[in-house]
């Protein structure tokens, strides 16, 4: 069983930072692609970014140029520098993983980000 454990969300004023963490834990065969997905009030969940194995990533065109995903494979570990932050950015952040297997998709819990104008 793998668990997803999330760390780094909080309150923010527009143009500040945040830096979310997202640790894989338990018996961890392979992880493929990590990702961040966010869902705000009323909307559906979205792709914020993800990143592969090897360490390509993409993003959602709304954060390009703003956050950066990243990862630390021998830790599992992927994270999301959230910079320049806007209120549209107000959402509850999820983190994501995949391994080999089609079964193998994991989420996190969630952690709260609000921006403040």
């Known amino acids: 069983q793998v668990h997803l454990v999330e760390s780094g969300g909080g309150l923010v004023q527009a143009g500040g930072s945040l830096r979310l963490s997202c640790a894989a834990l338990?018996?961890?065969?392979?992880?493929?692609?990590m990702a961040w997905y966010r869902q705000a009030p009323g909307k559906e969940r979205e792709l914020v970014a993800s990143i592969s194995s090897g360490g390509t990533s993409e993003y959602v065109d709304s954060v390009k140029g703003r956050f950066t995903i990243s990862r630390d494979n021998a830790k599992n570990t992927v994270y999301l520098q959230m910079n320049s932050l806007k209120p549209e950015d107000t959402a509850v952040y999820y983190c994501?993983?995949?391994?080999?297997?089609?079964?193998?998709?994991?989420w996190g819990r969630g952690t709260q980000v609000t921006v403040s104008s």
């Open positions: 994501n993983a995949k391994g080999s297997w089609s079964t193998d998709d994991w």
């Open positions: 338990g018996i961890i065969q392979q992880i493929n692609t």
